[in-house]
């Protein structure tokens, strides 16, 4: 009986301690998935700041195709991704995101909405030329830094 009761007790500590690393590894998840969507967004933001600042010649079907994903991406529901608990004071090392996200919520659906703008606005005006692309590209860094300024650390 006594081995019984013992081998009860170490399989609720056992299982009780496996809870916390199950959480810890649901909320990594989504902080990866967030990192993976925000490296397509770079993927794709990327050719189109190196158009417009004369590091790469302009090519209207790179272009056009960059920001129509850029498009598609702001189509996603990425919510599920920013679960409370996946800041970097709570989960330091793992990602840049700060706190105040959550804190100051819904502040940052504002930088989220600045930010389709200027895709959308980007999306209509990237394939007409260099001149077209370089009048939007501006808005389109300005709502990345916009967001970054607020809820991005610097360093992991």
Not at 9 to 16: Q, S, V, Y
Not at 68 to 93: F, H, I, Q, R, V
Request: charged share 20%; glycine share 8%; aromatic share 8%.
């Amino acid at each position: 009986m006594l081995k019984l009761v013992s081998a009860a007790i170490a399989a609720t500590f056992l299982l009780g301690a496996a809870v916390p690393a199950q959480a810890d590894s649901a909320l990594e998840s989504k902080i990866k998935a967030r990192q993976g969507y925000y490296q397509i967004v770079f993927n794709n933001a990327g050719p189109l700041f190196a158009m417009a600042k004369g590091d790469v010649d302009y090519d209207k079907d790179v272009a056009t195709t960059a920001a129509n994903n850029l498009k598609t991406l702001t189509m996603l529901d990425m919510g599920s991704a920013w679960a409370p608990g996946t800041s970097k004071e709570e989960m330091p090392g793992k990602t840049r995101a700060l706190k105040v996200i959550w804190e100051t919520y819904p502040a940052i659906t504002e930088k989220v909405k600045g930010f389709e703008n200027a895709v959308n606005a980007m999306a209509a005006n990237a394939g007409n030329g260099l001149d077209a692309l370089r009048a939007n590209i501006g808005a389109l860094g300005a709502s990345c830094k916009a967001c970054h300024d607020d809820f991005r650390a610097d360093a992991f």
